[in-house]
Each structure stands twice: as structure tokens, then as C-alpha cells.
């Protein structure tokens, strides 16, 4: 099993920045990628950025890239979303999640209310 916890959202006005935090603890051995994904009223969830946990590759959205970067700190064993220049339309709830190759092996944080006020 493997625990994450979300922390950073919060309410930002548009053009402002936020940096959310997933730390992940547990079998983190069985974990090959992290990443951010997010889901506004009425839509689907959708990826936002994903990194691999034992390699320098990152994925970010087309609908955010260069706004947003992800990185990682495997000491800690958390993943970082930086998010900058934030739209409304960026307004969602942002979860975390860890997988690896296994088809057990995929976890999700609660997620963090990220809201963006124009």
C-alpha cells in the first residue's frame, strides 16, 4: 500500500501561483511514476503532469505547459506541481496520484481544492 498526502492548494486570483506538495509513503518500491491530475465541475479528470520516480521524464498537459512544472525530491518522496500565471480556468480539484506497473499498484491522494478568481 502506498499513502499520499496533497497539501498547497488554496484560493489564488488569476495570474498568481501555487506549488502543491505529494508526499508518498508506504511501498513506495512498487512506484514507477507520480503525477497531478485535476477535475473542475461537471468534467472529467484529467492528467496535468506526471514524472517517473527513477528517471529524468516528465509529461506536463498541453493546456498548461509553461505554466505549470513538476518535479520530484525522491528523498522525501514527494512530487512538486508549480503552478504559475493561474487562469480560472485552471480551478479544479488536484489529485495526486502514484502507479507503477503493476495493476495493484496505483494509488490516488484525496485531492486539494485549487481555485483561481478572475
Known amino acids: 500500500q502506498v499513502h499520499l498526502v496533497e497539501s498547497g492548494g488554496g484560493l489564488v486570483q488569476a495570474g498568481g501561483s501555487l506549488r502543491l506538495s505529494c508526499a508518498a509513503s508506504g511501498d513506495i518500491f512498487s512506484i514507477n511514476y507520480m503525477g497531478w491530475y485535476r477535475q473542475a465541475p461537471g468534467k472529467e479528470r484529467e492528467l496535468v503532469a506526471s514524472?517517473?520516480?527513477?528517471?529524468?521524464?516528465?509529461n506536463i498537459a498541453g493546456s498548461v505547459k509553461g505554466r505549470f512544472t513538476i518535479s520530484r525530491d525522491n528523498a522525501k518522496n514527494t512530487v512538486y506541481l508549480r503552478m504559475t500565471s493561474l487562469k480560472p480556468e485552471d480551478t479544479a480539484v488536484y489529485y495526486c496520484r502514484a502507479w507503477g506497473s503493476g495493476i495493484l499498484d496505483n494509488y490516488w491522494g484525496r485531492g486539494t481544492q485549487v481555485t483561481v478568481s478572475s
Open positions: 514524472a517517473a520516480t527513477s528517471a529524468d521524464s516528465t
